[in-house]
């Protein structure tokens, strides 16, 4: 892109273009006359993008523990955000599928639906 955004038939077009958005009204102001703008803006936004996939949770942040050096903070933490997507998705909780997808997760053979309400009992 920052080869071409001096080009001069390019410049026309990309102000045709703005030309044909203002006369729709939509992204007016938003995007620069100055194509080279742009691509400082493209630029920006990629770096915002990069950095904040390092940090963006899609489920959204995890749920707090209480004790979180207890021996079963992992566990708790992992059956909660199961839990929580299985709720999200099928409207309940489905202990016993949070109890494989935990035990699957942690490679642990020990949970079961008990220990998952359990973990989630205490929550509430």
């Known amino acids: 892109m920052r080869t071409v955004c001096n080009d001069t038939q390019l410049i026309g077009l990309w102000g045709a273009y703005r030309n044909r958005l203002r006369k ?4 007016e102001g938003l ?3 100055q194509l080279a703008s742009v691509l400082v803006t493209f630029e920006q936004v990629r770096d915002f993008f990069q950095r904040a996939s390092k940090l963006y949770k899609p489920q959204g ?3 707090p523990i209480g004790h979180p050096r207890d021996q079963d903070a992992l566990k708790t933490t992992v059956i909660r955000q199961i839990a929580q997507t299985c709720k999200k998705h099928f409207g309940a909780v489905l202990h016993s599928t949070v109890a ?8 642990r053979t020990d949970i079961d639906r ?3 309400a359990g973990s989630l009992r205490r929550t509430r």
């Open 61 to 63: 942040p995890v749920p």
């Open 100 to 107: 494989t997808l935990t035990n699957a997760a942690l490679n």
């Open 31 to 33: 995007l620069s006359d």
């Open 114 to 116: 008990n220990s998952v």
């Open 24 to 27: 729709q009204g939509s992204l």
